[in-house]
Nanobody, 114 residues
Framework: QVQFVESGGDLVQPGGSLRLSCTAS????????MGWYRQAPGAQRELVAR???????LYVDSVKGRFTISRDNAQNTVYLQMNSLKPEDTAVYHC????????WGQGTQVTVSP
């Protein structure tokens, strides 16, 4: 089954930037629609952004203009560039296929705080 390894999370001040990375196992990555999801404390996991195998992107309204999803099929990696971060972006961020598979990686913690 596909495995996901996320990295790049950190503690950052409001207005700061982070770049998350996620590497997926397997040889079919280039065919997948990939998504970045996040789960804040006490909240349900939500889709933040997704990117098709051809590079078409879609974002949740709360991150439009601030986040950019991209992919490198040669490296089996999907990225999330996050700019102008806000405290409400604090969450554990995961990548997965879209629609998501039932299993998840460990995620990467993003904390936005003064």
């Amino acid at each position: 089954q596909v495995q996901f390894v996320e990295s790049g999370g950190d503690l950052v001040q409001p207005g700061g930037s982070l770049r998350l990375s996620c590497t997926a196992s397997g040889s079919d990555f280039k065919f997948y629609v990939m998504g970045w999801y996040r789960q804040a404390p006490g909240a349900q996991r939500e889709l933040v952004a997704r990117i098709t195998n051809l590079g078409t992107t879609l974002y949740v309204d709360s991150v439009k203009g601030r986040f950019t999803i991209s992919r490198d099929n040669a490296q089996n990696t999907v990225y999330l560039q996050m700019n102008s971060l806000k405290p409400e972006d604090t969450a554990v961020y995961h990548c997965n296929l879209f629609p998501a598979l039932s299993h998840w990686g460990q995620g990467t913690q993003v904390t936005v705080s003064p």
